[in-house]
């Protein structure tokens, strides 16, 4: 089955700094990849994704980067705001599946 | 509703003692999925709803582990004898049509096994 590795585990910044976290996959039937934001208290939220057809994809201060070759993607977040701050999740799902694979999430802290 | 609800929010039992969760999905979704989230880890999958019928359980640990959704709507998670293990956050999402993209999560319930 699939296996997604999420890095780093704790993320902290400035605010107005960037964040970058990366994950890679190993079935390279995978070909949909969202990234779920999780605040304390409640449960995961869509907040980016991306399919294997498409390199890279932005929604304002939010970007998702794809390595279909080297099985990675990466979330990269500009212009941090504190409100930022919570678990973010990759998560890769294969063609043949309605059920994604979760990394095991990064931390991001956002200093004022 | 406005999204998925969960309840209880939190459960406390004693090992070896019998829970049920429940989950309402939004309106109209006719997929719903069982997740577990351990503390510091990502959701796991339990089990996968399309309509009344479970259509994937691949997820479920054992046979202590079973889930319902008998009118295609509301699903409820059950455990038996419950361990120690059990520990965890159960989630609950749904999506409109099977394999749709946005998967929308419930809050959860925190469920403690002492």
């Known amino acids: 089955g699939e296996n997604v590795e999420q890095h780093p585990s704790t993320l902290s910044v400035q605010e107005g700094d960037s964040a970058v976290i990366k994950c890679t996959y190993s079935d390279s039937a995978s070909n949909y990849f969202p990234w779920y934001k999780q605040e304390l208290g409640k449960g995961p939220q869509l907040i980016i994704d991306i399919r294997s057809n498409v390199g890279e994809k932005k929604d304002q201060r939010i970007a998702v980067t794809l390595n279909k070759t080297a099985k990675h993607f990466s979330l990269h977040i500009t212009e941090t705001q504190p409100e930022d701050s919570a678990v973010y999740f990759c998560?890769?799902?294969?063609?043949?599946?309605?059920?994604?694979?979760f990394g095991r999430g990064t931390s991001l802290i956002v200093h004022p | 509703g406005a999204g998925v609800s969960q309840t209880p929010s939190n459960k406390v039992t004693e090992k070896g003692k019998y829970v049920e969760l429940r989950c309402d999905p939004i309106?109209?979704?006719?997929?719903l999925y069982w997740y577990r989230q351990s503390l510091g880890q990502g959701p796991e999958f339990l089990i996968y709803?399309?309509?009344?019928?479970?259509?994937?359980d691949s997820g479920l640990p054992n046979d202590r582990f079973f889930a319902v959704r008998p009118e295609g709507s509301v699903s409820t998670l059950k455990i038996q004898r419950t361990e120690r293990g059990d520990s965890a956050v159960y989630l609950c999402?749904?999506?409109?049509?099977?394999?749709?993209?946005?998967?929308?999560f419930g809050p959860g319930t925190r469920l403690t096994v002492t």
């Open positions: 709803f399309q309509g009344t019928g479970a259509a994937d």
């Open positions: 309106s109209g979704h006719t997929a």
């Open positions: 999402a749904s999506s409109l049509i099977p394999g749709s993209d946005e998967q929308y």
């Open positions: 998560a890769a799902r294969s063609g043949g599946s309605y059920i994604p694979t």
